[in-house]
């Protein structure tokens, strides 16, 4: 078994909870997002989150607005919509519920 | 020293070196056909380039001001390759926008798209994008359009389809597509070589696959077919858009010209290519049609034959310069005013058939001063029209003759002989016309103009009836009959050939023959009157 996937597919998993959650609570913009999920080894490369970004946002989990910015282009500033917050409080629950049970399995041996 | 290019990304200006240049156009090639044309995909993009030109940003902001190849090495790896982009998502889509062997095609330059250029653009970026696509000054272009502009409107309706039809460059990926390499006929034979090695490959791969695997050699076996059967049909779709594209031009020349210099249009159709004559399109209607309905009809015209010749061209260039459209919204939209224009002229034809519902006649009875005279000589003037008739065009019983550069409409009148119940020679002048109403028609008869003259014995008919300048053609005819009293002579001049008509005499002779003998009227009718001189002939 490779671990390396192992590792791969487990982050895959519950990377779009982790933007949602970087996300929620102040309007970012892509760079910041990356910033943080970077900072935790959440992603690799940077070309991991737009994707992620478009279909959160198409999914209606997400919405953006423009905003000027002092240096460059105006920026997208993302925001997590009332449905996104929904989506996070169950994935919140679902999310601690899994910790429990492997700290239980653990624990058990 | 380095070849720098200026390049744009998202907004942000950027100095670049040549190879560093390659090796991004690559990679925004590579991203493109990840992520897919689709509007998701396109919006992916358009973020990650904005992304990248912030981290160009950060690189440039101190002192070093030309993008270099190791710049672009390290945000290609901070960005990652398509392969590295965890996706969360269902894994099917991920393998249907990632062709096999985007590596592969990332490799050679882009092939060359045919966008329209929104940032060195006048009106839509037409000109801007065809210089970019043909290696072509856009100055050149633009004076070319323009010219045309004047000199044919039909060049405006090219521009406005090319406006709607080609895409504009949004992305950066786009705009480099649009600068790709040059679809010229080497490289498309190039491209079809590559894939006739794919082919090579394919059945290679299906040989060495041993017969155990059952299920890989009958994959395999597919992908042989399938790789053969799409250069095939490569090569088809290239000549057959080559084809399209020249049946299209040649078209669009012939109509062109059928409407604005003229040519045989009535007789041979618009396809023809006849040049023999000089009246146009335009001229003709003219003659026929109301002022008011005129030009409606001309635009009518233009847009029914033009839509048609402008979708060959449309779907021609498509296949050979592979550029992408909405193809329904052109669909719809070209069917839709083709639609319009043809019961646009159903209209103005049923219109124009009432405009020849009545006829009326007006009939002028001349006394020929001749009471002295035995025989009555018939000659015709000097025809001085033959030459600038339009031999092509005739609308019953009229032609129309170029003259001075104005089409003049013009007819042989009618001669007949008859006998007369009085003891004199009299012509009666019958003109008739058609129109929507009597009083209508009546006016249309006044349009007419035919004189004739006499001097002593002679009478000297015009060879011809005339419509006055901007009258409109109404069937408008005229017809003469001279009475001849019983005991008189007639002497029928060789020259009025082209007008008698339908003479009954006791010979049965025809028209024809008639001509250049004198006739007598007798108690039976017209009589040869030296018989035995043709009897002796």
């Known amino acids: 078994m490779n671990l390396d996937n192992t590792k791969a597919q487990m982050r895959k998993g519950v990377l779009e909870y982790c933007i949602l959650l970087v996300i929620d609570g102040k309007p970012l913009y892509a760079s910041d997002i990356i910033e943080e999920l970077k900072s935790s080894k959440m992603i690799v490369v940077e070309g991991t989150l737009y994707p992620l970004l478009t279909r959160l946002k198409n999914d209606g989990l997400l919405t953006y607005k423009w905003e000027e910015s002092t240096q460059g282009p105006p920026r997208k500033y993302y925001e997590v919509t009332d449905d996104g917050r929904t989506f996070l409080n169950e994935m919140g629950e679902s999310w601690d519920e899994l910790v429990e049970a492997v700290r239980m399995i653990k624990e058990h041996k | ?537």
């Open chain 2, 1 to 537: 020293m380095k070849k720098t290019f200026t390049i744009n990304i998202s907004g942000s200006i950027f100095h670049i070196d040549d190879d560093a240049f390659e090796k991004l156009q690559r990679y925004l090639h590579m991203l493109n056909r990840h992520f897919g044309v689709a509007e998701e995909g396109q919006e992916i993009l358009q973020d990650i380039e904005a992304r990248i030109a912030e981290l160009f940003i950060e690189k440039t902001s101190n002192k070093v001001e030309v993008i270099t190849d190791s710049m672009v090495d390290e945000v290609i790896a901070r960005m990652g390759k398509p392969e590295d982009f965890m996706d969360a998502g269902d894994d099917e889509c991920s393998t249907k926008t990632q062709p096999e062997g985007s590596l592969q095609d990332g490799d050679q330059k882009l092939r060359r798209r045919l966008y329209r250029d929104g940032e060195s653009r006048v009106l839509g970026g037409v000109c801007s994008g065809m210089s970019a696509y043909f290696n072509m000054d856009v100055v050149i272009l633009r004076v070319i359009f323009v010219l045309a502009f004047f000199l044919y409107g039909a060049a405006l309706l090219v521009y406005i389809v090319l406006w709607i039809a080609v895409p504009k460059a949004k992305t950066t990926a786009q705009r480099l597509e649009m600068k790709g390499k040059e679809a010229t006929v080497s490289n498309i034979q190039q491209s079809i070589k590559q894939e006739m090695t794919e082919v090579g490959e394919n059945i290679n791969r299906y040989k060495s696959s041993s017969a155990s695997d059952g299920n890989t050699r009958r994959e395999r076996f597919g992908d042989v077919v399938t790789s053969v059967f799409r250069v095939v049909l490569r090569v088809l779709v290239l000549i057959f858009g080559a084809v399209l594209i020249l049946i299209g031009i040649g078209s669009l020349i012939g109509f062109v010209t059928s409407m604005a210099i003229g040519h045989s249009f009535m007789h041979d159709g618009p396809w023809s290519f006849g040049w023999d004559s000089n009246i146009n399109m335009a001229g003709l209607l003219q003659q026929f049609i109301s002022p008011a309905a005129y030009t409606v009809s001309l635009i009518a015209i233009s847009i029914l034959a033009g839509i048609p010749i402008l979708l060959l061209l449309f779907v021609g260039t498509k296949l050979l310069f592979r550029y992408k459209t909405n193809n329904k919204l052109i669909g719809l939209g070209t069917f839709g005013l083709w639609l319009v224009a043809l019961i646009t002229l159903i209209v103005i034809g049923v219109n124009q058939v009432g405009n020849f519902g009545k006829q009326t006649s007006q009939t002028i009875t001349q006394k020929v001063d001749c009471t002295k005279c035995k025989t009555l000589y018939l000659e015709t003037t000097d025809d001085l029209y033959q030459s600038l008739i339009e031999d092509h065009i005739s609308l019953d019983r009229m032609k129309i003759a170029m003259v001075n550069g104005k089409e003049k409409m013009l007819g042989h009148p009618q001669f007949t002989v008859e006998k007369s119940s009085t003891g004199e020679y009299l012509l009666l002048i019958k003109k008739r016309a058609r129109g929507s109403s009597s009083e209508d028609a009546q006016k249309n008869v006044e349009q007419i103009e035919y004189n004739f003259s006499q001097k002593d014995s002679t009478l000297r008919f015009d060879p011809y009836y005339f419509l006055k300048d901007d009258a409109k053609w109404r069937e408008q005819e005229v017809s003469m009959t001279l009475k001849v009293p019983e005991g008189k002579s007639v002497y029928l001049n060789n020259n009025l050939k082209d007008i008698i008509f339908d003479i009954e005499n006791t010979e049965n002779m025809w028209d024809g023959d008639m001509i250049g003998k004198t006739w007598i009227m007798t108690a039976n009718g017209l009589a040869l009157k030296d018989a035995t001189l043709t009897i002796k002939k």
